[in-house]
């Protein structure tokens, strides 16, 4: 779903109300805004945009960053709005909203109300039923009452929109979740690469290294020592035996 600056106000607006709608419009496409900047280009107090900015925090709708201000000491706090939040925000009262209409319907139904033509009575469906849908007083046909019918109608529409704004959370969670599954297929490649190339890369280099720097003079520190031992070893019993 496209966070457009309508939507981000219409989860705003019973958060700030209208005064903290030029904020939005500030932050909105941004990263890292001043509070100083908001304040100027809302034309708003900067305490009034600070107790905006942390009841958005408190929402979880914004993230900020502070950074010190070297000639003056004291901390300026820079504002980001999270997107992926709105949208929870934003899809969570959708579902709220479902609920609620749902229930709306389901009164509006079951309060179906039927009139005589002539306006004789207005009769719910439980006591049009027990007339069989005829007016005491004169007989007519009784009509259902039209004013139900267009309301069920527009709770209908509005329903049907709110399933397919939901439908459409859904297509956003199961993108979501191929794209974390892909990330850490990606991830699980990469590293068994970083093995591999450490496997192959690694000995080499290795042997390299002990071969220019240290194997020359161990091996000949080595031999030496291995000479001298030999040759004590073996001249000892050698004189011994000249000796003896
Ligand atoms: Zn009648």
Redesign the pocket.
């Known amino acids: 779903m496209r966070l457009t600056q309508n939507k981000i106000e219409e989860i705003i607006l019973p958060i700030l109300n209208e005064e903290g709608l030029p904020l939005v419009t500030q932050l909105y496409g941004k990263e890292n805004v001043s509070e100083f900047d908001l304040a100027k280009d809302t034309k708003l107090d900067i305490k009034v945009v600070r107790k905006m900015l942390y009841l958005l925090y408190n929402n979880n709708l914004v993230s900020f960053n502070r950074k010190k201000d070297k000639e003056k000491g004291w901390y300026i706090y820079y504002w980001t709005l999270i997107p992926d939040n709105v949208r929870f925000i934003y899809f969570k009262r959708k579902r709220e909203q479902l609920i609620r209409l749902n229930e709306k319907l389901e009164a509006e139904e079951k309060e179906l109300f039927f009139i ?6 207005r009769l719910t469906f439980d006591q049009g039923m027990d007339f069989e849908f005829h ?6 046909l ?1 009509n259902q009452d039209e004013s139900n019918i267009k309301n069920i109608s527009k709770i209908n529409n509005r329903i049907k929109q709110l399933e397919d704004d939901l439908n459409e959370e859904k297509r956003i969670v199961r993108r979501a979740i191929v794209k974390e599954k892909k990330r850490i297929v990606k991830e699980q490649v990469k590293a068994k690469r970083k093995e591999e190339k450490k496997k192959i890369v690694k000995k080499p280099v290795k042997k390299k290294k002990t071969a220019k720097k240290t194997s020359p003079k161990k091996k000949v520190t080595k031999k030496k020592t291995i000479a001298k031992k030999k040759s004590k070893t073996v001249k000892k019993p050698v004189k011994k035996k000249v000796k003896k």
């Open positions: 005589c033509p002539k306006e004789c009575v007016c005491p007083e004169c007989g007519d009784l």
